[in-house]
Every structure is written in structure tokens, then in C-alpha cells.
């Protein structure tokens, strides 16, 4: 959520800083301050009136005790009352609206991104080269079939269009990256949080999915404490309501969590004829990265969190590039992201493995997150951060391409090698029929 402060002081550069992230916010900035113009018009003249009833109700004792008629000055009472009730009414009718409106607001985007979509997206490094081969390669789907890595016709029939099946040393393939991500994220000092995968209404608010996103995750109509829940689309929008409604001290930041969660999307099963196989699923495996910061270490922050993500990416042996997003590609609750993507050769160009994001106060302010400031004792609110690290939907097919060998085979990424217990996979390990 904005500040409103913010949109008081300078409502112009709010929606020209929105009009960057192609959201045009003229009317609802306008609408905003009208009612927060009326609303603290009420609150005052509502304030004023209780006084007022309070003032009246204390002579009644006294008026009783002189013998004089009371009767109007219950009538002058009533009608106190009767105005406060309505106003009050009036009052919650008016926050209502002022909130819903504060929460449609995309988050600002930092002043340095380039304004539009994807267009405008503009590559900050490259890490190595493109990989190439001395005989016609395969397909990460052909190789995961024929390796009996991954199963298809089985995940489609238990859960439809959209889902797979890991088997046998493509199990054990999913889990080393899992615990090669996890084993990294640990030794750099991040707690691994393990989250519920069902979620309350408030976790999407404070991650910034809700209310405008409400349509894009599974919910659940059957829960038996009428508590209407939903599937995490990615764990960080549970770890960003880890602190929710709490004041940290300064001591307590940065606070960084790592959680490892299967991730479910209502997205397509796929969107192009070279997304094939598992790089677009209703449910995926990641490992994600969450930092609640001060505001002044944001940035540093925000650094931290892209170079793990390469790092991890380096290690596999990936050649990838990371990527700024332009204002209108970044979503709607972050101010700036990253993008790291590979290369998968079969895809003839980059695919996103890593999104790392900054919301500023954003989330904290939707989800009432402070720290008491050391130096003035007052509370501010945190900064939150988010770093894929990693996606698996994307990096397993981009492991298994890069590292075919000639005869079908597929070399295992040294980092992965001491969880798998073997150098190459090869068709002889097939488990299943």
C-alpha cells in the first residue's frame, strides 16, 4: 500500500511514476483525496459531537440533584446520539471505499527503471556462452522420456493438462537441486521456514496479490472452520506475513527465511509450442528467499539477493544473463526486479529461472510490519524482499539439455553429484515401465 502522505504531497508524480507501470491512476488518486478530505472532516465534526455528549451526560447528575427537568436535555441527548450513529455509518462507509481504493494501487517503481513492458527490459551482464554441440541434440522432454526421468501420460491422467510426474533418478534429480539450493541458502546464514500451503485471505493482501488478484490462485471452498483459504502460489507470500501486524526491533534486522514449497498457478499448461513439458505447470517446486530489512538497507539488500540467485546459476555451469525489468513488467506489488534467465537450447532463446524482487514498504504497510528505530524510539516500516532460489520447472530441463551427451545420456552438474551418488544418468537406471 502507498503512503498517503505521499499522494497528498505530490498526487502528479504518483501517477506519473504509476503511468511508467502502464496503470493509469488518475481517477482513483482524485477519488482518494476526496474522501480522505471527507473523512477526516467526519472524524472531526463525529469527535466534536462526542465531546459535546460527553459535556451533556455530565450536568444530568446535577440537574437532577437541583430538582430541574431533565427531559431536554435527554431529548438534546438523543439527538447527539442519533447524529453520531449516523455519522459513524457515514464514516465506515467512506473507509471502506478509501481502502479499497488504497489497496488497488500498484506499488511505485523505483525512478531509474525504464518506463513500458517487456520491450523496454534491458540485460545488466551476461555469465558465459551459449552452449553448443557436435551432434543433433535432444529435447528436455524427449530426454526426460526417454531417461525415464519424468512421466507424462501418468501426471496428465491423475491430475490433467499442466502436471507431471517425477520418477526414479528424476525424483532423486528434483531433490538434489532442491537440497543443492537449500544446502547454499543454509551456509549463508537463512532460516529454513516451513510454511503451511494453505493460506488465509491475509497473507494474499499483505503480499499484494489481493483483491485484484484474488482470481489468479486456487481457493478452497471446503474449509470446515469457514476460514476461506487458498494454495500458496510461491512461498513468499507466506514468509512476507511471517511478521505481520508486529513491531521488530532494530536488533531483530535483516531478517532472512528461506522456505522450500511446491508453488501452484491457474496458468495454462502452455502458452507457446516451445513450452513444452514442465516449463509451464499448475504446480512447480521452488525454493524461495525472503528478507525484511530497515529501509537504508534496502538496496544493499537487494544486491545481496541477485547475487545468490547467479551464484546458484553459476554453479550448475548455466550460461545466463540477468535482466532489469522495465517498470510495467515488474508486478504489481514490487518497485524493482531482476530477472536471471538461461539459455535452453531447444527454446532458442531465455527462460526466467530466478525473479528477484524489491517492494519497499509496500507489503509492510499492508501488513503492519515496523521496527522500533534505535536512535529516535519511534516505529518505521520494514522493507521486504524476495528472491527465487530456485525454480526447478525450468532449471531441471535446462540440466538435462545442456548436459545430453551424444548417446541419450546426461552428465550430472558436479554440485549435484554427491546427492545423486553418480557422475552420468543413464538409460539403464530406468526403474519404471
Partial sequence: MLDIRLIKENPDEVKRLLAAKEYDASNEIDEILKLDVARRELIAKTESLKAEQNKVSKQIPMMKKNGEDTAPIFAQMKELSETIKANDAELKEIEEKYRTLMLSLPNLPDPDLKPGGKENNEPVKYFGDPHSFDFEPKNHVDLCTDLGLIDYPRGTKLSGSGFWIYRGMGARLEWALLNYFIDTHLADGYELVLVP????????????????????????????????RFMLPTAETALVSLHRDEILTEADLPRKYISYTPCFRREAGSYRADERGMVRGHQFNKVEMVQYTRPDNSDEAFEELVGKAEALVKGLGFHFRTVKLAAADCSASMARTYDIEIHIPSMNGYKEVSSVSNARDYQA??????????????????????????????????????????????KVPEVLQKYLGVEVITKDMIKQK
Fill in 365 to 410: 504497510r499492508r501488513g503492519n510490519m515496523r521496527y522500533r528505530n534505535e536512535a529516535t524510539g519511534k516505529t518505521e516500516f520494514v522493507h521486504t524482499l524476495n528472491g527465487s532460489g530456485l525454480a526447478t520447472s525450468r532449471i531441471l530441463p535446462a540440466v538435462v539439455e545442456q548436459n545430453q551427451l551424444a548417446d541419450g545420456s546426461v
Fill in 197 to 228: 500451503h494453505m493460506l488465509g485471505y491475509e497473507c494474499g493482501l499483505t503480499a499484494g496479490q489481493f483483491p485484484k488478484f484474488a482470481n489468479d490462485v486456487y481457493w478452497l471452498d471446503t474449509a470446515e472452520d469457514n476460514q476461506r
